[in-house]
């Protein structure tokens, strides 16, 4: 059993790997497009975020029919939709085809993304369920860093085209795994007998909400960090090219730290407490930041990338503990639809706060406060879990 547990963990762990790798396909073809189709800058961003918009809408619907058609059955319609969505894309000659495109594998990737999260909820729930999750999360800066290693070559070799296409290979791949290897765990209720709505009580509703804020700020304060951060780089001297490459570490230490830090916090007891001393930690020191320098300033900005990689993991396991099997699947796409929510909207504050104050440290000082705002989300979650009976 053991085996299979990790076997599953692995084959999700590679599936959605291939949804990073899929993300990345714009911003990496973005420069070849804007030569073949004539695109503006503001055309590619639009494309980026045409893949996490569908999550508003379609993270609660996708959680639901999942619920009463079956996690494994909607996660491959998920994977399926990616693929068809690769291949318009591909075969794409006009920006709204290209949207089009990106639409519909973004709307497959939310489907696969929250039913993802409920099958690896369903095989390590009250077991390694923090490493599990921190294993299945870093996947994602797994796939963007392969995109940002393999997609330019590939780009200027074969065109764009050679990308999308590339990218899409790999997510049928990660359907074949998924329709051959997973299974549904030994004594989960059939999915059958489930109806199309959202059956969670009160206490799943606010600790699942809860939980799924404290996702969302924690990846706005991300890519936040990594987005404005070559600029505190460059003002201190480095060159652009330097500045970026020492930020990418960011993501490059997260793979291997996330599970890590899942496990370690497991093994410690006190999962919570670890969280909560993480997030006080990478609030503090990127509040610090943007007024260090010389060796203060790379200490600082070091510390911050070692604590990044502790909270991902033992934050995806939050739902874990609030939600019941047969209300897994809706309540994933409940937690998921505050994460695109404010992916969405929040990122733009940072970006108003830098051209208001023409300070680069203003989007630094706006990722702690997003950090700051975890702290006291889970202070909530910690009280409300009390509070609110089983």
């Known amino acids: 059993m053991i085996q299979n547990r990790w076997l599953i963990l692995f084959v999700l762990f590679l599936a959605r790997t291939t949804l990073a790798l899929q993300f990345q396909t714009v911003a990496s073809a973005g420069p070849f497009l804007i030569t073949a189709l004539a695109l503006d800058y503001a055309s590619i961003g639009l494309l980026i975020g045409l893949h996490s918009l569908p999550g508003v809408a379609i993270a609660i619907p996708g959680g639901v029919i999942g619920q009463r058609y079956g996690a494994k059955r909607v996660a491959l319609i998920g994977l399926a939709l990616m693929v068809v969505g690769g291949l318009i894309m591909g075969w794409s000659r006009s920006f709204a085809a290209l949207a089009v495109g990106r639409t519909v594998l973004g709307i497959g990737a939310v489907l696969f993304n929250v039913l993802a999260t409920k099958m690896v909820t369903d095989w390590f729930v009250g077991r390694e369920i923090a490493t599990a999750m921190g294993v299945l999360v870093s996947s994602w800066p797994l796939g963007i860093a392969l995109g940002l290693i393999g997609f330019g070559p590939l780009g200027m070799a074969y065109g764009w085209s050679a990308i999308v296409h590339v990218s899409t290979l790999c997510v049928l791949a990660g359907f074949a795994l998924v329709a051959l290897f997973y299974r549904e765990p030994p004594g989960m209720p059939p999915a059958g007998p489930a109806k199309l709505r959202l059956d969670l009580d009160r206490r799943e509703w606010t600790l699942v909400c809860i939980a799924g804020t404290i996702w969302a700020l924690f990846n706005v304060a ?169």
């Open 222 to 390: 991300y890519i936040v960090m990594i987005s404005f951060g070559p600029e505190l780089f460059t003002q201190r001297g480095f060159s652009l090219t330097q500045a970026s490459f020492i930020v990418s570490l960011v993501g490059w230490t997260l793979i291997p730290a996330i599970p890590l830090a899942g496990f370690v916090a497991e093994r410690s007891g006190r999962p919570k407490l670890v969280l909560f001393s993480a997030f006080a930690i990478v609030a503090v020191v990127m509040a610090i930041l943007p007024f260090a320098d010389g060796v203060a300033f790379l200490a600082a900005f070091a510390a911050i990338v070692l604590a990044l990689g502790v909270p991902p993991g033992l934050i995806m396991a939050l739902p874990a503990q609030a939600l019941r099997p047969e209300t897994r699947s809706g309540g994933m796409g409940v937690y998921y639809t505050w994460y695109y929510a404010g992916m969405a909207v929040l990122p733009g504050g940072a970006g108003l706060a830098r051209d208001l104050t023409a300070s680069a440290a203003a989007p630094i000082l706006f990722a702690a406060a997003m950090i700051a705002l975890c702290i006291a989300c889970l202070l909530v979650f910690i009280a409300a879990e009390r509070r609110l009976p089983r």
